[in-house]
């Protein structure tokens, strides 16, 4: 068999026409290895090493998923939510200048019934008893409204007179010109600091019931201190004939 020997120009006209195949073999494998799940040519041609989807590359998968979902509104959304017993008052609360009112009332309303029951049995006027009987009507039904709301306030009331009070009364059961000193006492200056008292609180009250009970006695005692005045103890006694 004859064998056939390239002569150099051969051989390099050869190696020209075989690089460019070689080359365009070589670009394949390496794009068949870009897509590869780990990012290497399985030939390990020159295509090979990480491809622009693998697992190292800045672009992947990766950032997407470890990006934080955001909590921040729902947050911020809670925090500005007051809460629903916020900025309410305590049921039955009221103000320590409506209870001061509320007692100083009731001690007087209650001198004022005993006051004016020991005068309907021992004062010698007829004017002055009929007096005396309508500040036990009056003062026993306001002191019966009083009590209710402060009930409703949970506000406890004094069931007795103070004790300046209860001595009043003493010296009242004592006095020798009885209707004089009712009169001027229990009709006149009593009934002078009730109004003071209830003027004061008609426009200083906190608690909206106890202002309009306020605002519905003031005229009452208003008409008690004005007919006491008119009421002279000299002109009891000789109505009388004392």
């Known amino acids: ?18 690089l460019p195949a070689a080359a ?11 897509t590869g799940s780990t990012g290497t040519s399985s030939s390990g041609g020159p295509g090979g090493g990480t491809g622009p989807s693998g697992s190292s ?3 992947g998968s990766g950032p997407a998923a470890s990006t934080p979902r955001s909590t921040a509104a729902p947050a911020a959304a809670g925090a500005s939510t007051p809460s629903s017993a916020s900025g309410q008052a305590t049921a039955g609360a009221m ?4 209870r001061t009112f509320m007692t100083k009332a009731a001690g007087s309303g209650l001198y004022e019934v005993e006051a004016s029951r020991l005068a309907a049995q021992r004062a010698s006027s007829g004017e002055v008893r009929d007096f005396a009987q309508m500040m036990v009507s009056d003062h026993e039904k306001a002191n019966q409204e009083l009590m209710a709301l402060a009930s409703a306030r949970g506000v406890t009331l004094p069931q007795d007179m103070p004790a300046d009070k209860r001595k009043e009364l003493d010296r009242l059961s004592k006095a020798k010109d009885f209707d004089a000193e009712y009169m001027r006492n229990t009709g006149v200056k009593e009934h002078k600091a009730a109004v003071a008292l209830f003027e004061k609180a008609s426009t200083s009250a906190k608690d909206a019931d106890l202002k309009a009970w306020v605002a519905q006695k003031l005229p009452t005692l208003r008409e008690h201190l004005e007919h006491a005045q008119n009421i ?11």
């Open 1 to 18: 068999m004859k064998s056939f020997s390239l002569t150099p120009v051969a051989l390099a006209v050869a190696m020209a026409l075989a």
């Open 57 to 59: 590359s800045p672009m």
């Open 232 to 242: 002279k103890p000299g002109k009891a006694r000789s109505a009388t004939g004392a």
């Open 24 to 34: 365009q073999m070589g670009g394949s494998a390496g794009g068949t290895g870009g």
């Open 95 to 98: 103000a320590a200048a409506d």
